[in-house]
């Protein structure tokens, strides 16, 4: 079977730093993949990983460790038009996507 | 800038109807996708594309159906609509694999939000 887990929610205030784990368990891994979803909206695209280690882009970052089947992304400074949803996605190799359950972000003032 | 466009935005209709749901994508990318998402769930990709004439169900089984005749309009259709239907259906698409990093992303359509009763 695939699966994928990540925290349902996780709240922060403006400025700081949060990470949102997922765990998977899949066949056919070639990579892992987060998306941004506001409420309503359509999901776009942050980072991708293949490879171990960590990609960095702007104040998003994301790691992967393809031997623990666990990754992370990583918001810095956080604004609080950083409040959405957040998906975990394992990527097969035909790129095809399997989505974890999302993690509702929610930054206070 | 993303241009996959999906029309209607919002569809109620009753039990029992032929519904269509129309996308189509100008980046002329040969795959392409639907994923069905209830409020606050994840999605689940119930039909992809990989170009024209190519279609295979995905890993939701779902009772619609889709098409592919040309590069870029990929609808996705239900001959009878019923209310366990009652969801929002999302398109993308994402250019074929290669070693270039944009191959990696999926671009998503606005969404088709269903309600049938």
């Known amino acids: 079977g695939q699966s994928l887990e990540q925290p349902s929610e996780v709240t922060a205030v403006e400025g700081a730093i949060v990470q949102i784990n997922c765990t998977y368990q899949t066949s056919g891994f070639y990579g892992l993949s987060w998306y941004q979803q506001h409420d309503g909206g359509a999901p776009t695209f942050l980072s991708y990983n293949g490879l171990d280690g960590l990609e960095e882009t702007g104040r998003f970052s994301s790691f992967l460790s393809r031997s623990d089947s666990y990754g992370y992304l990583l918001l810095q400074e956080l604004q609080m038009k950083d409040s959405a949803s957040y998906f975990c996605?394992?990527?097969?190799?035909?790129?095809?996507?399997?989505f974890g359950q999302g993690t509702e972000l929610s930054v206070k003032p | 800038e993303a241009d996959i466009y999906q029309t209607p935005r919002y569809l109620v209709i009753g039990t029992g109807k032929k519904i269509t749901l129309e996308c189509s994508q100008t980046?002329?990318?040969?795959?392409m996708y639907w994923y069905q998402q209830d409020p606050g769930m994840e999605l689940h990709l119930i039909h992809y594309?990989?170009?024209?004439?190519?279609?295979e169900k995905g890993d939701l089984s779902s009772e619609s159906t889709v098409s592919r005749i040309r590069t870029e309009h990929f609808p996705l259709t239900l001959e009878s609509a019923r209310p366990s239907h009652t969801s929002q259906y999302l398109c993308?698409?994402?250019?074929?694999?290669?070693?270039?990093?944009?191959?990696?992303?999926?671009?998503f359509g606005p969404g088709t939000r269903l309600t049938v009763t």
């Open positions: 996605a394992v990527r097969d190799q035909g790129g095809k996507l399997i």
């Open positions: 980046m002329g990318h040969d795959k």
């Open positions: 594309s990989y170009g024209v004439n190519s279609t």
């Open positions: 993308a698409s994402s250019e074929r694999d290669s070693f270039s990093r944009a191959s990696y992303e999926q671009y």
